[in-house]
């Protein structure tokens, strides 16, 4: 019989009724350390006091009013996000996914309002997540996403991962735009040189093609700095947001410049939730409190203490680790096991990671997490490695 839950999801056998800061309380009182803040969404840790704050205010006043109104808390967020970044405009949505489908839709209206209706085809990277949306898989085009789901939308182009020459031999007058996450995710953190991410912004501009920066993900502080893409001195034409910027309260971002904007006028978009007065209110909190200098550079500090000491893990269990990889708070331990063996080692640690793909374990630890936190981390991680060289291998070779 089929789960009251609909199965698409291989759940770990654990529920948590409380958090603090970088810690879930489990229904049976046991203590996990999080260092995968609910996929890089807890970004400052679970009940942060001044989200609680902005959250419980917000909702004793107003929750929803929709957008044929005027939205104060989500002026207020979009007018932050234009002061502190390379975008002019904002538009709100509630998750990543969502994200992805205003990208693609403001990059072809441009090119349309341009004159070139046929200018539609957007490059993308394989190993990229853009989400699950129809026109997100069709983007990320990989087999595991797409399979069952034809026929997809046409017009994307699919490119090896870190592959420029493929880019330059792709890209032309015809391209409407290029979408990339500066540090895959999904993919297994697998950061783009910031050389390469130059290279790519060249590319657009010699042809015209729009840039789209995925930053669900690696975005709001994640590697040190409010965006990744600021690492190499470049800005896209639109930027997707979402996960971190609501601190664990649904909500996404497509911040744009004028000119990649321009033709998205009145009723050309629309959602009904996007940017509600409740999840602006934490958004607007959790900005303020990130793109604070003092914050972002405590982010890189932690985060050099963080890769050192996983160095220093990688070291000690050859058999099981290979390399470290990644930016910032974003890190990726790339395995010689299975990644879900590792994570469900970490449950036996009471220690939480995340699986990604080409055989990576995913560390994406609330930014706020302290030092003592980052030395117990490291702690549990190698009492887990230490379970797996001891015990039978949990799959079969
Ligand atoms: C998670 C993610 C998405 C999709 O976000 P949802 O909120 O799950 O729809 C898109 N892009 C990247 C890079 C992500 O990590």
Known sequence: MIPSILPTYNRAPLAFVKGEGSWLVAEDGTRYLDLGAGI?????????????????EQAGRVWHVSNVYQIPEQQRLADLLVEKTFADTVFFTNSGTETAELAIKMARKYWYEKGAPERIEILTFEGAFHGRSTGAIAAAGSEKMVKGYGPLMPGFRLLPWGDMAALKAAISERTAAVMVEPIQGEGGIRPIPDEDLKAIRALCDATGALLILDEVQCGVGRTGRLFAHEWAGITPDIMMVAKGIGGGFPLGAVLATEKAAAGMTAGTHGSTYGGNPLACAVGARVIEIVSDPAFLAEVGRKAGLLRQKLEGLVAAHPE?????????????????????????????????????????LRLLPPLTITDEEIAEAVRRLDAAATSLETAPAASPV
């Open 40 to 56: 890089a969404v807890n970004a400052l840790g679970h009940a942060h006091p001044d989200l609680v704050a902005a959250l419980t």
């Open 320 to 360: 099981v680790f290979d390399f470290v990889r990644g930016q910032g708070l974003m890190l990726g331990l790339k395995c010689k096991v299975a990644p879900a063996d590792l994570v469900a080692a970490g449950y036996g640690q009471h220690v939480l990671t995340v699986a990604a793909a080409d055989n990576t």
